[in-house]
């Protein structure tokens, strides 16, 4: 299934949000652990531009992929970690500061960490 995964400040882990089928558009699950594959990272400017006029977070950035409750850790030793702080960047970086926008797989860990491998 198709999905927006973003991370919720508010209960402190991952939000699925389906981007097809009958719930599209609706938040289908709530996820500690969030693995995916097929992976576009997006970030809305005009969301982004909110938050650094207001202060306040709104959701604005997630990962959309491929998800299926029943996958086992996808994360293996070849994969990085990615970040996004909408006060320095408005892509998804590396920790040296590298773009990334797509991943062959991410995992989404602790309700904060994403780790990508296949960039």
């Not at 699950?29 to 531009?49: I, N, P, Y």
């Not at 590396?94 to 860990?109: H, I, N, P, W, Y």
Request: proline share 2%; hydrophobic share 40%; with cysteine.
């Amino acid at each position: 299934m198709k999905v927006f995964v973003y991370r919720n400040v508010t209960k402190k882990c991952f939000s699925i949000m389906a981007l097809e089928g009958e719930k599209k558009g609706k938040v289908i699950a709530h996820r500690m652990f969030v693995d995916l594959t097929d992976v576009t990272f997006k970030v809305s400017e005009a969301g982004r531009q909110r938050v650094l006029r207001t202060g306040q977070k709104n959701v604005h950035a997630g990962v959309v992929g491929q998800w299926s409750d029943t996958l086992n850790s996808i994360l293996t030793p070849i994969t990085i970690a990615v970040r996004y702080n909408p006060k320095v960047s408005g892509d998804f970086t590396t920790e040296d500061g590298k773009t990334v926008k797509r991943a062959k797989f991410v995992e989404l860990s602790g309700g904060k960490y994403i780790f990508a491998g296949g960039i």
